[in-house]
């Protein structure tokens, strides 16, 4: 069999970087951070905070998949995946789905992958392609 960890560090960071990235094109080209805004106002929070959604779904999943600043990038989508499930899900946490799977299991997959890759790092496959210091 053959094994690479590279490999899988770059299937992983890719992917993770790619479905996050989707969400912040939306939100980019769609309706904006408006409704975000509008949540974090209702806890307390300046609704300006609403515009780091943006480093969290546009800037931080480019540099996963381009392997640059992994390990920071990967934290930086995980804290934005745990304020989506605070504003968003804190009601379905303890939920199970219609099919029997956890209610967020796909906001668990983005946390749970980003602080993979955060523990992980870039590997050989990246822009840096040592997995050193910036990956």
């Known amino acids: 069999m053959i094994r690479s960890d590279d490999t899988g560090k770059f299937v992983l960071r890719v992917a993770l970087g790619a479905l996050i990235l989707l969400h912040g ?25 609403a515009y780091l959604v943006y480093v969290g779904e546009i800037l931080a999943p480019v540099l996963l998949i381009a392997g640059i600043y992994t390990r920071t990038a990967a934290w930086v989508v995980a804290i934005n995946m745990v304020f989506a499930i605070w504003l968003v899900h804190t009601g379905q946490v303890w939920d199970l789905g219609k099919s029997g799977g956890w209610a967020l299991e796909l906001q668990g997959m ?9 523990f992980l790092g870039a590997g050989r496959f990246s822009v840096g392609g040592t997995g050193g210091r910036y990956n």
């Open 110 to 118: 983005y946390l749970f992958g980003a602080i993979a890759c955060a």
């Open 25 to 49: 094109i939306a939100k980019l080209t769609g309706g904006g951070v408006g409704g975000i805004a509008n949540m974090l106002s209702s806890h307390g929070i300046p609704g300006a905070v």
